[in-house]
Every structure is written in structure tokens, then in C-alpha cells.
């Protein structure tokens, strides 16, 4: 079974089961002082498998389909049969990494809770930009000749991210986003660099540097 595939099953389950019951939601959330207080490390990851309804987790794992499956196919292809491997390792491990920021920034604020998979699906995101930057992306209601190379929609991703975190407001952990984003770049900048026959930053500044090149 595809890791994606599998990653989404699980997340769809654990979030259907935590609609229908209130305590385990309540166990499963990203609850800062838990962690700071009560050592309850876990929630950094189990956070990302529940979510506020239905609609929440419809986008993101619809976002990790369209995404997710080329990911893994690249993975398999710079590392390996260890790539299957090391694009689970980099999903969970977003999970936790994505949050630090929020959890530094909230240790004792007990009115502040996240959920949702977007910092680790924003990993897969840029992973994906950081295989193939030049593919053009753009959003799923903007008519084709509006899309821009994948490299672009990513930086202005993260301003536009940047922007609305320090803006605050609404129930959108723009943060966790950001950071899901950058990890997810750096994971196969330091991966690549030891596990991988190819040189993936390189490949990567390559593609960027030809297209601009041909301006």
C-alpha cells in the first residue's frame, strides 16, 4: 500500500472516531501546557490526525492526494527502496517540528489548542516544489493559464503565510504552516545530502537557475 495512502486511511479514521467522541478529541489535541506541564509529548502527533470537521479534513487530505503520491514516487527515486521510508519519516516528524514555534510562543496559554495535518501536508507541499520547482501550481479555482513555476507559488505562499501570522487572528495556524513548509524543504536538503546519489540542492538550484536564465 502507498504510504500516502496509508497516512491518509489512518488520519481519516482517527478523525472520524474523535467527531463522535469528545474525550479522545480532548486527549488527542495540541494542548501547550499538557506538554509543558504533564509531559504529554505525544500530542505534537497525534494532533495531526484529528480535525475540526469534515471540511477541514477533506481539504487537507485532499491536498496530500494531489501531492503526496508524487512525493513518494520522487523519494523512491532519489533514495531508494529506503525513500517509502524516509517519506513517512519526514511526514511524521513534520508533525512535531512544525509546531515548536506555537508551542515556545503558548507554553502556558490555556486558551490556545491547534489540530490538523496542514503543517505536514505544507512538508509535502514543498517537498514537492523542491523536486520539481519549474511545475507550474496555483489554486484549484484560478483557470490554468494563471499558474506560476512552483518555486514562485512557494515564496509567495510564505509571505502571504508570514504576513497573516503576524496579522493574528482567525483559527488558522499560519505558523505551523511556514514551519511545515521549511522543514519539509530542509529534511531533503540534509537527507539528500547523505542518503541519496543525487545532489538534490543542486539539481534544485540547477532548474531555478536555467529558468531564469531563459527570461
Known amino acids: 500500500m502507498p504510504i500516502t ?10 478523525s472520524f472516531v474523535a467527531f463522535n467522541n469528545q474525550k479522545i478529541f480532548d486527549d488527542l489535541i495540541f494542548f501547550p501546557p499538557a506538554i509543558a506541564n504533564q509531559k504529554q509529548y505525544y500530542r505534537f502527533f497525534t494532533c495531526g490526525f484529528i480535525h475540526a470537521n469534515y471540511m477541514h479534513l477533506g481539504f487537507n487530505m485532499y491536498a496530500l492526494w494531489i501531492f503526496g503520491g508524487a512525493v513518494e514516487e520522487q523519494f ?13 519519516l519526514m511526514y511524521i516528524s513534520a508533525l512535531f517540528f512544525c509546531l515548536l514555534p506555537t508551542y515556545s510562543k503558548n507554553k502556558e496559554n490555556y486558551h490556545y489548542q491547534s489540530l490538523g495535518a496542514s503543517g505536514a501536508v505544507s512538508a509535502v507541499v514543498f517537498a514537492y516544489i523542491f523536486f520539481d520547482p519549474l511545475r507550474r501550481l496555483g489554486l484549484v479555482f484560478l483557470p490554468q493559464n494563471m499558474m506560476i513555476p512552483g ?14 501570522d503576524k496579522k493574528g487572528g482567525g483559527n488558522i495556524n499560519h505558523s505551523a504552516h511556514i514551519f511545515g513548509a521549511l522543514y519539509g524543504v530542509s ?6 545530502s547523505f542518503l541519496s546519489n543525487y545532489n538534490l540542492l543542486q539539481d534544485f538550484v540547477q532548474k531555478i537557475h536555467s529558468f531564469i536564465s531563459s527570461l
Open 76 to 88: 523512491l527515486s532519489a533514495f531508494g527502496e529506503k525513500g517509502k521510508w524516509l517519506y513517512l
Open 151 to 164: 518555486f514562485v507559488f512557494g515564496i509567495l505562499y510564505l509571505v502571504i503565510s508570514s504576513y497573516m
Open 187 to 192: 529534511f531533503l536538503i540534509v537527507t539528500g
Open 5 to 14: 495512502l496509508f497516512i491518509i486511511i489512518v488520519t481519516c479514521l482517527v
